[in-house]
């Protein structure tokens, strides 16, 4: 067993992957041989991912506020404080909060072999939020 009690320091979501003000808490990033990863993220208002894709599927849980999660075919579903989002593996979509909340999710991803845990493409144009 192993109890982590210090973590790195709150960092800034980098604005090739996000638009808006987003903070991100590494949670849980465990040694080999354990690929597990898990973040706070912390959206303000409007704030969003850009398209993105996870090898292995990601989960959302949304601890406070409302947000929005988008799917390629155009479908966006809001989510809100209790809800849980599966993220098929590969699945194009994005994810934040809505225009009136902040919103925080936990994220729970599984790296690749490689250690990558997302693809990253283009910022949503048609974004609700």
Do not use: Y
């Not at 996870?54 to 390629?72: N, T, Y």
Request: include cysteine; glycine fraction near 10%; hydrophobic fraction near 40%.
């Amino acid at each position: 067993m192993h109890i982590t009690r210090r973590r790195p320091d709150t960092r800034q979501g980098p604005a090739d992957n996000f638009t808006g003000a987003v903070w991100v808490d590494e949670t849980a990033a465990p040694a080999a041989p354990s690929r597990l990863r898990m973040f706070h993220v912390h959206f303000a208002p409007g704030a969003h991912t850009a398209w993105h894709t996870r090898p292995h599927g990601q989960v959302l849980h949304v601890l406070e506020g409302e947000g929005l999660a988008g799917r390629a075919d155009g479908e966006v579903e809001e989510i809100r404080a209790g809800d849980t989002v599966w993220i098929e593996p590969g699945e194009r979509h994005w994810h934040g909060a809505g225009p009136r909340t902040f919103m925080t999710h936990l994220a729970v991803v599984e790296a690749a072999a490689d250690g990558t845990t997302a693809e990253w493409h283009a910022h949503v144009s048609d974004c609700p939020a």
